[in-house]
């Protein structure tokens, strides 16, 4: 639908050309320091990331889609898209501003504790308002994607360094998640809606509940991303 919007049209044909520019300008830097390859077989000997963490990613990914769906169900236009521009921006702002004023909390896996009270507040109300309040939520629930994105492919990246394993594999895992949470979570709106099971107001009430659930795992379990033993074990064979 969105489609039809020639502003994301262009957007669609500037970022592929935005992206070139910038791994041109990449090449020409004499800062820049390339990643050192390493076979994905020798990264897995020095990193695992837990089933903990990737079944966590992928339920975030579940609510996000969820409350991402919702859109579909709003008056497509300007103003929306401008809407969800203005919250993606908002979320990257914010994570940048997180990985400036508390770099060790993300690298602790601490974007599933930030992001708790926000989808929260925004989940609560899409589950009895209309309109544009509950627009507003849907917003919310973009800037939260936002956030995970940025600081997720963040702590991806401190980890393979740390780790001395592929970026390329561990932002991928992450992403491949993420994603399949998504997927899901979108899938499950649209057919609870469409065959009637379920309105819009029970899958936020839903969502939040499984936020709640996912909250109280990760203060109770503490989940990390590292397989700490998996990868001990890995550099002492080798």
């Known amino acids: 639908n969105m489609l039809l919007f020639p502003f994301n049209i262009a957007l669609l044909s500037i970022g592929p050309l935005c992206s070139l520019a910038i791994v041109v300008m990449l090449e020409h830097s004499n800062a820049l320091v390339p990643a050192p390859f390493v076979p994905r077989k020798q990264s897995l000997e020095s990193i695992k990331l837990t089933f903990s963490f990737r079944a966590m990613t992928v339920a975030y990914g579940v609510v996000l889609g969820l409350g991402i769906g919702l859109t579909t169900q709003i008056q497509g236009g300007a103003p929306l898209y401008s809407g969800m521009a203005c919250a993606i921006l908002l979320g990257v702002i914010a994570a940048v501003l997180c990985l400036r004023l508390a ?12 992001l708790f009270p926000v989808l929260i507040i925004a989940l609560i109300p899409m589950s009895f308002l209309q309109g544009m309040p509950a627009t507003v939520c849907n917003m919310l629930v973009f800037a939260c994607f936002a956030l995970f994105e940025v600081t997720g492919v963040y702590l991806m990246l401190f980890l393979a360094e740390r780790h001395k394993a592929s970026r390329l594999q561990l932002a991928c895992t992450l992403q491949a998640c993420l994603f399949a949470g998504l997927m899901v979570g979108h899938v499950i709106g649209v057919v609870a809606t469409s065959s009637g099971v379920m309105n819009y107001s029970m899958l936020s009430a839903a969502a939040l509940a499984l936020v709640v659930v996912l909250a109280i795992m990760v203060t109770l379990f503490g989940i990390g991303p590292v397989d700490r033993n998996g990868a001990v074990a890995g550099r002492k064979d080798a």
């Open 103 to 114: 770099p060790d909390r993300v690298q602790q896996n601490g974007a599933f504790q930030i």
